[in-house]
DNA sequence: TCTATTCTAAACTGAATTACTCAACTATTA
DNA sequence: TAATAGTTGAGTAATTCAGTTTAGAATAGA
């Protein structure tokens, strides 16, 4: 039941682009430096993010990246579903992602003891992610 | 952000186990049976429950698991910690199994975002697992 | 006691995932 | 056109996952 250090460091990455949100673009040496992030790890990170839609980059002399939406437009659910895939415990009882389950003997019933419990934790922890934005997130941090 | 295989089928293997409490053994055939689950890789989860003392055991002729507690007193958050480790997303907010963060640069400065959201989400799951028992979990499969 | 039954313990395996690293490439700008 | 910076894809060592195999030890009943 862990996040990857993916989730980790796409995180702490993209408080670096809050912070810097509407100014100049961010390079990866740099937000790899700030954080202690292996940058070619880094790299494949924020051209994920990228990919997803919540980046944008340039390249050449001043490139970099920077933030496509605006900070309070991004909740940490969708940044770690990029990530790390669906937020619930249990295929069964993903939203995003639903999976029936071939082998469960309660399927069947139309009643899953598992799926009824998993699907109140699935809730819970999108309750929170799916609600927290990259604003609240960095407001935390870079508090003026 | 799964549980793995061998926490949903010792869930699925108590809740045989806890249908039979008080009466006879139970035998790890008919529970495989039961919750389709491949009766080798069963053995090793019920070891592992047994070895977390939840269950005992008797080998030989008319032998098999038995519940050691009653099932108002074993919590899903138990049973999942025993096959699956800690619930927190991340180590630095385990209360069962802390780990500090080596990397994380907001450490030292006492207050750390990624650490706030994660505990509160830890704090969401273990609310759930850890006040949810085996008999609660039962009594939705086998209400009589 | 012999034997079938059932649990115990550990090692083993193939496939997948994690956390990176490397190398070659393309675009940008001074 | 040289230096800078992002892009793409492949590679890799270590670990985990989901299971299988094998050999053994306890128990009950004949
Ligand atoms: S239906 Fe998914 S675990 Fe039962
Ligand atoms: S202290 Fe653990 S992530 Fe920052």
Known sequence: MKFSKKSEYALRALLELTAQYGRALLQRHEIAKRQHIPIEFLEQILLAL????????????????????????????????????????????????????????????????????????RNAIAEILDNYTLRDFAGQATRQ
Chains 1, 2 share one sequence.
Do not use: F, H, W
């Open 50 to 121: 990228k990919n997803a839609g919540l980046l944008a980059s340039r390249r050449g002399v001043s490139g970099g990246y920077s933030l496509i939406k605006p900070p309070d437009e991004i909740t940490l659910g969708q940044v770690i579903r990029i990530l790390d895939g669906p937020l619930a415990p249990i295929g069964c009882v993903s939203k995003t992602a639903y999976q029936k389950c071939s082998d469960c003997p309660y399927v069947k019933k139309g009643s899953c003891p598992i799926q009824d419990v998993m699907g109140g934790v």
